[in-house]
């Protein structure tokens, strides 16, 4: 994990939050490639679930949202973690994350473990972000950041059932922040207090829930083997009812190989009724299916629910690679060229012969409206690989001395090295052919 977040900051993917100000524990800004993989990835997932199909619709709901909404939930009682405060050491820990936490007196032990350790009884503590509606600073004004998208979809059904002229089974997505407050983040962006999540509730006559729920599960794994995950690094986990959350039926976590172990990738769940029933009844408005012939019924949901924060980093870490070249160090990230930030790189060879580079200018121009491609004629050309290489740029064209006798270009491959030339007027159809290839990653 050391060297991935290396990567990210040296090739300015991701930076630590406020920096100069000393940081703010486990709170990261994007710098350009991490913007770029964020947004690649939400369209990706934007495409699979919405756009290419006809039973999935989009929506965007508020961050703050009436705080009645998370009463119903179950968020307010429920959404907690259970706490111990040392009276010594005035640290706090996770009740059931003891055997991982370390002690504030020194020699470090777990909390607990050293004699002047006193450990309060273990209390909750709930994980959503508090904040005010309003001028007034009072109990009525009291709101919460958003910790989860999907109860901004719950609240829409109704809108949605009645505009988008869809019948169960139907699903409505939604990406965007979610916050928590939660107790021990960290191990980079795996667990943050802030994340993007991309959630989809899809509902279905409650008799079908169990097929969808399958199907779901199958789904998301084969969306995760398409964006370039290994398969070796990818597993699906059925929770047990212990383990369970309250308004769930059954649930899987796709369990991604991580440096830190085997941990939930995303969250396939079976939330059967549980949502719509619990806002028909704080809320009034009754949020059911009425079938043509009158009979009515609360549909069951399946949710898939993941972060682009998780994605990003199991792309990092499935991606990340480092070979010797001609005896040199080489690092590469050999992420799937669908997912690559930038998707090619147009070199000229002489950064000082103006003839090379107004023809890398001019094939830059051609290709830059239709992908993300970086122009860059800074410094030797071994550099500029090696730069290209560690954003997992997955083509690079170089304008060379031939380029100028016959309108040709090499095309570097990213991972095999290897390369071969091409007329400069083919390139853009040749990278369009190339980005739609079936890929697998060389990695074993
Ligand atoms: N609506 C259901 C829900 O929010 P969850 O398991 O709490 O369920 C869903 O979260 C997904 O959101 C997880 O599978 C994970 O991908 C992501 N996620 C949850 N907490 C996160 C955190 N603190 N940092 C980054 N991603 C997180």
Same mark, same amino acid.
Not at 99 to 115: D, I, Q, V, Y
Not at 142 to 149: H, I, N, Q, Y
Not at 164 to 180: L, V, Y
């Given at each position: 994990?050391?060297k ?6 040296r090739?300015?993917f991701?930076f630590?939050?406020?920096e ?9 800004? !994007?710098?350009? !490639?991490?913007v770029l993989?964020?947004n *690649?990835i939400?369209s #990706? ?5 919405v756009?290419e199909r006809e039973?999935?619709v ?7 949202l009436?705080?009645?909404v998370?009463e ?6 429920v959404?907690a973690?259970? #706490?111990? =405060?040392?009276?010594t050491?005035?640290?706090?820990f996770r ?7 370390s002690?504030?007196r020194?020699?470090?032990k777990r909390p607990?473990e050293t ?5 309060t009884?273990a209390?909750p503590?709930n @994980?959503?972000?508090? *904040?005010?509606?309003?001028?007034l600073?009072?109990?009525s004004?009291?709101?919460f ?8 979809i719950?609240? %829409?059904f109704? %809108? ?5 002229r869809?019948?169960p089974?139907?699903g409505?997505?939604q990406t965007?922040?979610?916050f ?6 960290? %191990?980079f ?7 993007e ?8 006559p409650?008799?079908?829930?169990p097929?969808? +729920? ?6 998301? @794994?084969?969306w995760?083997?398409?964006?370039? #995950?290994?398969d ?5 986990r059925?929770h =047990?009812?212990a383990?369970?959350?309250? +308004? ?6 796709i369990?991604?190989?991580? &440096?830190i ?8 769940a %079976?939330r059967?009724? !549980? ?5 028909s009844?704080?809320s009034?408005?009754k949020l059911?299916?009425i ?5 009515? +019924? $609360? &549909? !069951?949901?399946i949710?898939?629910?993941v972060s /682009? ?6 792309l ?6 480092e ?6 160090d080489?690092?590469v990230?050999r ?8 998707k090619?790189?147009?070199?000229p060879l002489? &950064?000082?012969?103006?003839?090379m $580079?107004?023809k ?13 491609v970086e +122009?860059? =004629?800074?410094?030797?050309?071994g ?13 690079a064209?170089? /304008?060379?001395?031939?380029t100028?006798?016959d309108?040709?270009v ?7 090295l290897a390369?071969e030339?091409?007329p400069i ?9 190339? @980005?739609a ?7 074993a």
């Amino acid at each position: 994990m050391d060297k991935i977040v290396s990567l990210c900051r040296r090739r300015g993917f991701v930076f630590p939050s406020s920096e100069i100000y000393g940081g703010l524990g486990s709170t990261y800004d !994007y710098g350009h !490639y991490g913007v770029l993989l964020k947004n *690649t990835i939400r369209s #990706l997932w934007f495409r699979a679930m919405v756009q290419e199909r006809e039973d999935i619709v989009a929506i965007d709901s508020a961050v703050i949202l009436n705080p009645r909404v998370w009463e119903a939930s179950g968020h307010v009682s429920v959404f907690a973690d259970p #706490l111990v =405060d040392c009276r010594t050491c005035k640290l706090r820990f996770r009740a059931d994350q003891l055997g991982h936490a370390s002690c504030g007196r020194k020699p470090s032990k777990r909390p607990g473990e050293t004699p002047d350790c006193d450990l309060t009884e273990a209390r909750p503590f709930n @994980l959503m972000f508090k *904040t005010q509606v309003g001028a007034l600073e009072d109990e009525s004004s009291t709101a919460f950041l958003r910790p989860e998208t999907a109860q901004g979809i719950f609240i %829409n059904f109704k %809108n949605v059932a009645q505009l988008a002229r869809r019948k169960p089974p139907f699903g409505i997505a939604q990406t965007g922040k979610s916050f928590r407050n939660e107790i021990t983040p960290g %191990n980079f962006l795996f667990r943050v207090r802030e994340f993007e999540q991309m959630e989809m509730e899809y509902f279905v006559p409650p008799d079908e829930a169990p097929r969808w +729920y399958e199907y779901w599960v199958e789904q998301r @794994l084969d969306w995760h083997r398409g964006i370039g #995950l290994r398969d070796a690094n990818l597993r699906v986990r059925e929770h =047990d009812a212990a383990e369970r959350s309250h +308004y769930s039926s059954a649930t899987s976590d796709i369990e991604y190989r991580y &440096p830190i172990g085997w941990q939930e990738l995303e969250g396939v769940a %079976n939330r059967g009724d !549980y949502d719509l029933t619990q806002h028909s009844q704080f809320s009034g408005t009754k949020l059911e299916w009425i079938e043509q012939d009158g009979t009515r +019924y $609360v &549909p !069951y949901v399946i949710e898939p629910a993941v972060s /682009i924060e998780r994605i990003f980093v199991a792309l990092m870490v499935d991606a990340y690679d480092e070979e010797v070249v001609a005896e040199r160090d080489r690092t590469v990230l050999r992420l799937h060229p669908a997912v690559a930030p930038v998707k090619a790189a147009i070199l000229p060879l002489v &950064p000082r012969d103006g003839a090379m $580079v107004e023809k890398a200018r001019g094939l830059f121009e051609e290709l830059r409206g239709k992908h993300v491609v970086e +122009y860059d =004629d800074g410094g030797q050309i071994g550099r500029r690989y090696r730069r290209q290489d560690e954003i997992g740029t997955p083509f690079a064209f170089t /304008i060379d001395e031939q380029t100028l006798e016959d309108d040709t270009v090499t095309v570097r491959d990213r991972d095999s090295l290897a390369q071969e030339r091409l007329p400069i007027g083919g390139v853009r159809a040749w990278l369009e052919e190339a @980005l739609a290839k079936p890929w697998r990653t060389p990695k074993a």
